[in-house]
Every structure is written in C-alpha cells, then in structure tokens.
C-alpha cells in the first residue's frame, strides 16, 4: 500500500510531477496491499498458461497447408482430446502447486526487498534486472536440469515432463509437482539478488512462462521475433531433447544455449543438424540432376 493519500502528497515526497504511468499505478495501487498485487501474478500465469499456448496448438489441429514444414516433429500428431488432457493437468497443477506457491511465498518477496512503491522503475532499469534475472535463471536450471536427468531423478521425478516426445504449448509447464517446486528456485533467484518493483516481477515471471512455452510449441516459425536473441535456443533446440527422452544428455538449455556449448552436452545436437544439411544438400544435387538429365533427354 503506498504511503501517500493523495497524488499531491506522493508529488511532494518526489519531488516532481508524477509520470502518467506513475499517475495510473498510483490510481490503481494506492488502496491495495502488498500482498494482494503480489497475487496478481496468479491471474497473470492463468492468462500466460492458458492463451500463449494457442496459436501454435491449433496450428496442429487445423494443419493449414504449408505450415507442417515448420513443425519440427512433423508425424508425430496429438489429437484434440490428448491437447485437452494435457491442458486440464496443467491446470490442476497450477492451482495446487504454482498458485499455493505463489501465495505462500509472499514472505520471502517482502524480505528480500521487492517494492511496490513509487517513484517507478525506468525502462532500462526494468530491462537490465530482466537480463540479469534470466542470466541467473539460465545458468542454475542448466545444472538442475542435468540433475534431473541422473537415474533416481528421472524415474521418479523427471520422467513425468517427458511424457510428451514431441511437445506442445501446454507442456512446458507439464511435470511432477517436485520438479515444479525445484526448477521454482532459479526463478527466485534473481529477484532474490538484484530486487526491483513489483511491476519488474510481474513481467518476469510472465515472460518466463513465455519462453518455456515457445521452446516446447513443436514450432520452429522463421518470422519468430526470438530469432534475433542472441544464443536463443528456441523450439528447435528443446525439442531434440524432448526427441531423445530419458536417454538425453543433450540440451539442457533453460533459454540461451551457451552452457550446452561450452559444457559439450550439445553434440548430439549439432550432429543431427549437420547431418540434416548434408541429407538435405545431397537431395537437392540429386534433384538437379535428374532434373537436367530429363532435360537432356527431352532435347535429344
């Protein structure tokens, strides 16, 4: 709950006029508390889990022509029952664990310094703590991942998550309630480290759960924006461990793909990718010259 009763008081503590979009959040958050827009990222998680997901699940049920060269999977279909299935146990783990979570773990928010006070962050501010939130997050994931990966983990955690070899949307927040509290604590993390305002938390918690379910859309789009990120992983990257399974020791990527790289749990990767190119240069040579043979054939 912000400390001033009226726009003039919180401009007489600042200093200044307030910005337009410190006029609205003080319109908005002026009466609330401190827990309850903390909270409000239970409905903005909702939203994420429930809409982002879409476009690319009903690319898979409609198969419009000329959009399965883009699935990276291509034969492996789910039917709309199976999409539902997975939807509704995502849902049931969101609102058992993830909402629970969320709601429990206010405590930790106020201690570690998260505000919700004015003045607001700049634009630079709140986009330098995302880059570092998901520096943080990247790195550690990387490591639980590889973690979960380990024998007893696996079978009794991880497996859960591969259940779907060639993932969709919904998936990607598809686990064991362990793994969904374990692969929570990197997200912490940043926040933890380098606090900013509630508003920085909203976003990163909401863009996380973006990437996660980008990278098991099933969809490797070229007019994605995410392909001028910088050692973005992606769909593609992702899926080749979902391909793989529980014999994967390939791509544990979170988002950025450098730890693979520089750990050497790459390889399997990059070895398909450049056996595809050569299959596909070798296809294209071989249609060229049947293609000129036909022709030579058709001039004598």
Request: aromatic share 18%.
């Amino acid at each position: 709950m912000l400390p001033y009763r009226t726009i003039a008081d919180a401009e007489a503590a600042l200093g200044r006029s307030l910005t337009s979009a410190e006029a609205l959040w003080f319109d908005y958050s002026a009466a609330k508390s401190d827990y309850f827009l903390y909270c409000h990222n239970i409905l903005f998680l909702f939203l994420v889990f429930s809409l982002v997901p879409l476009p690319t699940v009903l690319l898979q049920l409609a198969r419009p022509s000329g959009f399965d060269r883009f699935k990276i999977q291509p034969k492996v279909r789910l039917s709309s029952s199976k999409i539902f299935k997975c939807y509704k146990d995502v849902m049931k783990i969101f609102f058992l664990v993830v909402g629970l979570f969320q709601l429990a773990s206010y405590p930790t928010v106020k201690m570690v310094g998260i505000r919700t006070g004015l003045p607001l962050p700049s634009f630079w501010e709140i986009v330098a703590q995302l880059l570092i939130y998901f520096s943080i997050e990247d790195y550690t994931s990387y490591w639980m991942h590889r973690w979960l990966h380990c024998k007893w983990w696996y079978e009794k955690i991880h497996r859960v998550h591969h259940e779907y070899t060639a993932p969709i949307g919904f998936a990607g927040s598809y686990a064991h309630w362990a793994e969904i509290l374990i692969l929570g604590i990197p997200s912490f993390l940043g926040p933890a480290f380098v606090p900013g305002h509630m508003i920085t938390l909203w976003l990163w918690f909401a863009l996380r759960q973006i990437v996660a379910i980008d990278t098991h859309s099933g969809y490797d789009l070229p007019w994605s924006p995410a392909k001028y990120i910088p050692f973005y992983g992606g769909a593609d990257h992702h899926d080749y461990h979902h391909y793989v399974g529980g014999l994967s020791h390939s791509n544990f990527a979170s988002v950025f793909t450098y730890c693979d790289f520089i750990y050497g749990t790459d390889k399997g990767y990059r070895y398909q990718k450049k056996l595809l190119r050569k299959m596909k240069e070798d296809r294209i040579k071989e249609e060229w010259k049947s293609d000129h043979s036909t022709r030579d054939l058709k001039d004598d």
